[in-house]
DNA sequence: TATTTTTACCAAAGCGCTTTGAACAAATTC
DNA sequence: GAATTTGTTCAAAGCGCTTTGGTAAAAATA
């Protein structure tokens, strides 16, 4: 069932049905009643394609993930990604993805740009220096970064959590417990978010009159292995931490398990604190003991970042949004006053 | 840059340069190689939508995730989609997402078919009994189901890897080492994967003149705080299982902490055989004791899907696919002899 | 040489929708 | 009562591509 034959069944032309169908004002309101009905009755849907051809638009949104799977923010996409489909849904926008592929993310971007594929692009994890940011520009397509790029002139649309501030705040809560050597176990350092962090975790060294060692610090992929890893590379040190910061929830998995094995009771040997994304399937708050965390829902970020890109698509003329998000500390059982 | 401007600019008709393209039979091999240098030069791509209103084809797949956020196939999501990007994007073909909406997968799928939206979806976790099987039937949707569908007369495509045979082995591995009760954490028994899971292990239990106590069993979601809690419980019993089986890798990192927890030893006071997925940010190897799995990769499952559900769209008469993969059970050091 | 086949190209129709410009009737204003 | 405005409807063009049904020139056949 197509415009033409609804029309023709409605004794209506297509111009009407149509304008019926899209909430134009000029159209009897018993005419509309009517083809609104009959549309239903007959379960009719424009075809998308047609739609998009005729407006020029093609509503959808592309997520380009990184082709280089070692980069790894897979774990946390899909609820990124979650929130936000049904924000799309809600404006007739479908969502189309492009996953660790061969083809690198511009390459992919000047596809969709070229071929009309999508109105817009959520950039994701951005490096210090990322090379999207310009080729999106020139491309002229509409975009928000999940997170900030360092380094550019250009303005650019962004929702970022306040990665430095919740790092500064952590390290600064333990130096308030009495904390003098804290260990950081951070994310690739290339990503943005991750070099925030370290920042936080200098400057409030820094301020307390502490310097960071580098030996008690690493960057790296957030792996549950890499968390055991490097945790027990750091406390097994002779003039070992007595608190270790880190940048996710599986890598407290992995540090868990090394300080399980190494005889220490967290809260009371070692303190902890991780940042949580609010992952579904790993939970801080039920850890034994409960972990002190800086939290920021992923999910509801990626369903803002879907509200803010929908914006400047349909208002071209927006201003560009910039939101920082506050991260909450919250404190719970794994810290405790140094030894 | 369009089709009929190239053309123009090649002094060429429209036609002649979308044969050309397309690599059809009827054009003289020196145009074909101008047409092509010159798209090359111009950056001249198809606009998407124009070609799919003319094809009729949507060179699109759709992935809907289920609405219900508890059912928690998320983890698994991205790297079981990351694998077939790749193998879609070499056919020209894009991935439509719709995750964890309000609305209804079968909803979605009637949208997807009446839009002409997308030329397959991929059924992810299915139940016991799915009504999404019958729905895509009645919209004449092609599809490729991640598993398998039980009581359902009409056939249907899938892939599945063999739940039964891995969980019946495992359980048979540990009988064999002495085991004589083993305790089983499993997936939600409502999909269908976690029910034939069960049913082997029920099964190897059978076989061996043992049978399964229900108060060493759970059923949930596959969380860690589950995995905690159930393990817990479970070796908290007076009569204390030696052995336990769980259904992924994150029931394994709550598994061990309640057993470092509790004093017990890994591969001497409690055997643990898990199925892993092969998750990058968790790796069963590289645990200590070196876990001993029933592996699968969800990556190359996805990747494989893909490629049978490209077929059945590519040639709609050709006869529907199933394929049972073999599951490795790779024994490592988390199993030992029952004390 | 005359005829058929092949090769290389093109004009035009069509995919299903939206949108522009026009038309007609009814309601309002002068 | 004539002129204008308003409210509803429609015919037709156009979005950018593919594809059908040609045609003219070149090559092969008779």
Redesign the interface.
């Known amino acids: 069932m197509n415009l033409k034959e609804l029309a023709k069944h409605l004794n209506l032309s297509p111009t009407t049905v149509s304008r019926a169908l899209n909430g134009y004002p000029e159209v009897g309101e018993a005419t509309r009643k009517r083809v609104d009905e009959e549309a239903r009755r007959f ?8 739609r ?2 005729a407006t020029g638009r ?1 509503h ?1 949104i592309g ?1 380009v ?1 990184p082709a280089d ?1 070692s980069l ?1 923010i ?2 946390l ?3 990124f ?3 936000a ?2 924000v799309y ?1 809600a404006h007739g926008f ?10 690198d993310e511009i390459s992919v971007y ?2 969709y740009a ?4 999508v109105d817009g692009v959520v950039v994701l994890g951005p490096r210090l220096r990322d090379l999207r940011i310009e080729a999106l520009n020139a491309l002229h397509m509409p975009y928000v970064v999940h997170g900030r790029v360092g380094g550019l002139d250009s303005d650019f649309a962004w929702l970022d959590i306040d990665n430095y501030g919740a790092f500064y705040r952590a390290t600064k809560l333990l130096i308030d417990l009495g904390h003098r050597r804290i260990g950081l176990i951070n994310g690739l350092e290339d990503f943005n978010y991750a070099h925030d962090r370290r920042r936080g975790y200098e400057v409030a060294l820094h301020d307390r009159g502490l310097k960071a060692d580098p030996m008690v610090t690493s960057s790296g ?5 890499n968390g ?1 890893r490097q945790s027990k590379r750091i406390l097994q040190l002779g003039n070992r931490p007595t608190a270790l910061i880190l940048g996710s929830m ?1 890598l407290v ?1 992995g540090a ?2 090394a300080i ?2 190494m005889g220490l009771i967290i809260g009371r040997d070692v303190s902890l604190i991780a940042h949580d994304d609010g ?5 801080a708050q ?3 003991p409960s972990l002190t965390t800086t939290s920021s829902s992923i999910r509801a970020a990626g369903e803002r970042v879907a509200q803010l890109l929908l914006g400047i698509i349909i208002d071209p003329d927006a201003e560009l949004p910039h939101e920082l998000w506050t991260v909450d500390l919250i404190v719970r059982g794994s810290t405790g006053p140094a030894p």
């Open positions: 379960g009719y849907r424009p075809n998308t394609h047609a998009r051809l093609a959808a997520y993930l799977k790894m897979d774990p996409f899909s609820d990604v979650s929130g489909t049904d849904a479908d969502v189309m993805l492009h996953a660790g592929g061969q083809e000047q596809r070229q071929g009309g594929s992929l957030m792996t549950e292995e055991y599986l998995a868990m398990r399980n094995e992952l579904p399937f790993l939970n039920s850890l034994v």
